[in-house]
């Protein structure tokens, strides 16, 4: 049976990038998300991916909801023409702020903090602390070196197959948001090798 999503966290950079199919890819999946009434969780901001993932979310009339620090409000990169901002102290309380409001979650290119958050809600998803799909919207093959990183992880035995396999790759908007509908959980102990010694 799909999974029935009302909300879909995005994490991008507050960087464009180079590659003008980033911003493309980020305009594709705002416009998507508001066109299939799935709210927009994201990080605030006004700038890079972020900003053009919001401007087209809510020039569909799409529902879209920031989460930011007060230090990033502070240095203006706020977007104050969303539905609803909300502003809190750390970093930890955004992430977990996002991760409340969202059924869903996809990394677009980004840099660090892109990393962190998308790799922090993977891993509880790994662990089963929630049953949320992660999704990697690959844009141009910008995350092919990730991917390849994560078969060495399989390979080398500390990634199980199974977990691997739960993350949503996909090279378009269209396809990545019809998979995360259709994704099931799976059951299987993130340890390898425990039992053995």
């Given at each position: ?64 909801h920031g989460v930011i620090t007060s230090a990033l409000k502070d240095k203006e990169v706020a ?78 035995r500390f990634v199980r197959p199974e977990h691997r396999d739960t993350i949503v790759i996909e ?20 340890w390898l090798d425990r039992h053995e010694g």
């Amino acid at each position: 049976m799909p999974r029935i999503l009302s909300s879909v966290g995005v994490y991008c950079g507050s960087s464009p990038g180079v590659d003008p199919g980033f911003a493309e890819a980020a305009d594709s999946l705002g416009r998507l998300l508001a066109r299939r009434d799935l709210r927009l969780i994201y990080g605030g901001g006004r700038v890079g991916l972020m900003g053009v993932l919001a401007d087209a979310a809510l020039a569909e009339g799409g529902v879209v909801h920031g989460v930011i620090t007060s230090a990033l409000k502070d240095k203006e990169v706020a977007h104050l023409g969303l539905t609803t901002l909300t502003v809190v102290t750390t970093m930890h309380e955004r992430k977990a702020a996002m991760a409340d409001r969202s059924d869903a979650f996809v990394m677009l290119p980004g840099g660090f903090g892109t990393l962190d958050e998308f790799f922090e809600v993977l891993t509880w998803s790994q662990l089963a602390i929630h049953t949320k799909p992660c999704g990697i919207l690959n844009v141009n093959g910008f995350f092919d070196p990730l991917l390849e990183l994560f078969e060495l992880a399989v390979r080398q035995r500390f990634v199980r197959p199974e977990h691997r396999d739960t993350i949503v790759i996909e090279p378009d908007p269209e396809s990545m948001i019809d998979r995360l509908c259709a994704w099931t959980p799976v059951s299987v102990d993130k340890w390898l090798d425990r039992h053995e010694g």
